[in-house]
Structures are given as structure tokens and as C-alpha cells.
């Protein structure tokens, strides 16, 4: 993981701010290195669902006390002042994502403002759900929140940081 510049904030792509914490990760279990840069920038583990899914599941690792760290000690490197982003997916609690309407009600989705999208299609070209088409009445890129699968790909391309994250209709409901 190179995290030399990481994002802090609304990221994916220029919503987010970039943040020098000058490091490198390696590892070759991916739940153990994504554990080890999580708790480099101190945030809370619980909310962080591939993480304590990857445990629960087996995906890698199975506890924290299975993680060995080589190299500088994790004290000396931390992070305190990285902000995380408003958001987080359902606070940690897992449902069936794959469900188009439990995906609407619960997580969040990416939505372009009609006063900064210049329509270069940058989103709709990367989309790998093939979820966006060209643009409705209202100016902007028409999404199928059906068919998409939240990898935040078109936030992270679009030049003009005019996606916006907009909370599911019941997302409130699962914060910790
Ligand atoms: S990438 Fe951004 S600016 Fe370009 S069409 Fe999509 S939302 Fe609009
Ligand atoms: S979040 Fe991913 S799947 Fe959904 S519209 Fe954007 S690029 Fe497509």
C-alpha cells in the first residue's frame, strides 16, 4: 500500500484532500494490511466493515493478534490528525448488499451536481456496472442506482469533484 500521500476527507478523487503520512505497507494478506493502515491513521476499526468482515469470514488473518509489524514501530508513524469522511457505510453492519433495494435504502450513492458537471463523461466511461448513461433533462449523467455497485470509481475519475455522496432513505438508522 503506498499511503507516502493518502486522501483524507470525502474521497475518492478531488473531493478528498491529499495527506502526507510517508509511508509504504507491505504485507501479503490483504485484511492484516489494510488492519495495519487503519489503525496508523487511528480510525474506528468498528466502522470499518471489510476489516472486521475479513476476520469474521477468514479472508486473511483472523484477529488483530495474529498481525505481526516489521519494520518501524506502529507508535512512531501514527497519524493523529487524519480526518475520515463523514460518511460510512452502514456503520459496520452488514446486510445484503447485494440487494438493489436494501442497496438504496442503506448505502450511500453517488449523485453529480448539476452546477459543477461539465458532462466530459469521465464517469461513465470508467463505470464498471455500466450504470450511467448520457444525460437526462436535468443536465447530468443519468445513474441506474440499480445496477450499481457502490465502488465510488466515477467519484474518484470525475475531474470536476462534482459527485456528491447523498445517504440512503434509511441509512440513518444503522449509525453507531
Ligand atoms: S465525470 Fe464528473 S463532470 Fe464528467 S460527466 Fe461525470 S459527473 Fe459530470
Ligand atoms: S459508484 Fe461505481 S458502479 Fe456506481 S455509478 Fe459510480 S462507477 Fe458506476
Do not use: H
Amino acid at each position: 500500500m503506498d499511503a507516502v500521500v493518502g486522501m483524507e476527507g470525502e474521497g475518492p478523487g478531488p473531493s478528498g484532500k491529499p495527506k502526507k503520512i510517508g509511508v509504504v505497507i507491505v504485507g501479503d494478506d490483504a485484511v492484516a494490511l489494510d488492519y495495519v493502515a487503519v489503525n496508523l491513521v487511528g480510525l474506528n476499526l468498528k466502522k470499518v466493515f471489510t476489516i472486521t468482515e475479513g476476520f469474521r469470514r477468514g479472508y486473511g488473518v483472523k484477529s488483530p493478534d495474529d498481525i505481526q509489524v516489521r519494520g518501524e514501530p506502529l507508535e512512531d508513524m501514527r497519524i493523529t490528525d487524519f480526518k475520515a469522511p463523514r460518511s460510512a457505510v452502514m456503520g459496520g453492519i452488514i446486510w445484503p448488499l447485494t440487494s438493489p433495494t436494501i442497496k438504496n435504502l442503506f448505502v450511500e450513492k453517488p449523485v453529480p451536481r448539476t452546477d459543477a458537471c461539465t458532462l466530459c463523461y469521465n464517469c461513465m466511461k470508467v463505470c464498471p456496472a455500466g450504470a450511467i448513461t448520457k444525460a437526462d433533462e436535468a443536465g447530468i449523467p443519468r445513474y441506474n442506482y440499480r445496477k450499481c455497485i457502490r465502488c465510488f470509481c466515477c467519484m474518484e475519475t470525475c475531474p470536476e469533484a462534482a459527485i456528491d455522496l447523498k445517504k440512503g432513505a434509511l441509512q440513518w438508522l444503522m449509525r453507531t
